[in-house]
């Protein structure tokens, strides 16, 4: 009887995986090989982890309010920024995938500088805090109560003492540390305003509204509708005391001044309104003074209630538009079949492609996969290196010297499909020679991995490789 039961629940999980919209063939794949090879296990695996889905009501919740957010682009002076954001004709179809995405247009006028590394972003981070005279608003994934989480917060209530509105969402999952600090309640008591995105109170009862691992992944922090800040790093020391033993944690964030600051504020504005019963929509009609010299950018901000393929498309049409030169780093490479295949057409094609990784990675399932994946990229005439100074955060794509993609997402299944993501997509040739210098400093800290190398593996090497990377589709 309890054979035949398990049978049919069997039957009925491979159907539903059948059915689903929006899953390509290799994932349907992976999850009916985990249903039928794991008895018991591959079931609750599926109904815990299978389906990208936050809870209906959440979802309705998060896309009413998306859709009642005032257009950035009707916001009063917005016309000459677009007019401003003077894109050369062969890079607007990058521009165009990105605002099919978070429906932002590219908008000139901006400034920016590469921080020097994570400490120095906390440094600017606290002086622009000191400086806001209105409001501020910060959005991390991860916030630890270490030194350098302890210097926003500190920042933050003294900037509530003076009046200024401060405002802070974070991940429920990555957070639950701070969040179960002493420094959370210090900066509720101190008048900043708090909300946890996605929170996980009671774990055995929130997969009955929503997959669990479903994760706000995004870095966001904007001050006073003008400053605003992107890149990989989360608020915490580089040392990440729950994974020391990888420190440090090398990370990339930009500062921008400009006009796309509003489009960040749009994006924390409808994060923080789905978890915080407060409307802030006004900051988002305030006028937007008139442009300076700056150049054009967009934000590109995906998740499981954007559409699908998102990200995966951004990135495949980058990599499709290099003429000459492409480099990318990124900790975390779980691709799809059309990442991968346009990474190698790209090698193929003459492209100088670089791709740095960490050498050693704090997901052993993630690392195997992605080694999985070298020797044909090696064949395409990909160079491959590994970073050795820590572990290489940083996520970065820089293409032909003129373009610039920098923000939270990876290159992996995980941020593809499961996780709120922010990047910013930029036109500036003298800041994507900034940021091609970084990547240069990443290089020179890394050791190239050779066809000699991947060919000298051993059979249980690849053997592990690529019997975990069959299952990518589920990391």
Known sequence: MLITIHILIQAGLITRILLRQHRDPASRIAWIVVVLALPVVGIVAYLLLGETNIGAKRTARLRGIHA????????????????????????????????????????GGNLARLMADSDS???????????????????????????????????????????????????????????????????????????RALP???PLLRVFFGRIDLRNHRKIV?????????????????????????????????????????????????????????????????????????????????????????????????????????????PYYVPDDALQGALCAAGNRGVAVTIVFPARNDDFAVAATSRSCYADLLAAGVNIYEYVGGLLHTKSLTLDGQITLIGSANMDRRSFDLNFENNILLYDPALTVEMRRRQDVYLSQSKPVTVAEVDAWSWWDRLRNNALAMLGPVL
């Open 68 to 107: 009642a957010m005032p257009k950035v682009s009707q916001t009063p002076g917005w016309d000459a920024l677009i007019l401003y954001a003077d894109v050369p004709e062969l890079y607007r179809p990058l521009f165009n995938v990105g605002r099919s995405i978070s429906g932002f247009e590219p908008v």
């Open 222 to 330: 904007v001050i006073d509708n003008w400053v605003t800040y992107c890149g990989s790093q989360n608020c915490a020391d580089p040392a990440f005391l729950p994974k020391a033993k990888y420190a440090p944690w090398v990370d990339a964030v930009m500062r921008f001044e400009g006009a796309v600051a509003r489009q960040n504020q749009s994006v924390f504005a409808s994060d923080w309104m789905t978890y915080y019963a407060e409307d802030i929509r006004d900051l988002l009609r305030q006028p937007i003074a008139a442009p300076a010299t700056g150049f054009p950018a967009q934000v590109i901000a995906s998740g499981p209630t954007v559409r699908h393929s998102a990200m995966p498309e951004m990135f495949v049409s980058l990599i499709y538009s290099a003429r000459h030169e492409l480099v990318i780093t990124t």
């Open 121 to 195: 972003t906390i440094d600017a981070m606290v002086a622009d805090i000191e400086a806001a005279s209105d409001h501020v608003h910060v959005l991390f994934y991860i916030w630890l109560p270490d030194n350098n989480g302890a210097r926003i917060a500190e920042a933050l209530k003294r900037a509530a003492t003076r009046g200024v509105t401060c405002r802070a969402l974070v991940d429920g999952l990555g957070s639950r540390a701070l969040v179960r600090s002493r420094l959370w309640t210090e900066m509720a008591n101190g008048g900043v305003k708090l909300a």
């Open 200 to 202: 996980i109170d009671h």
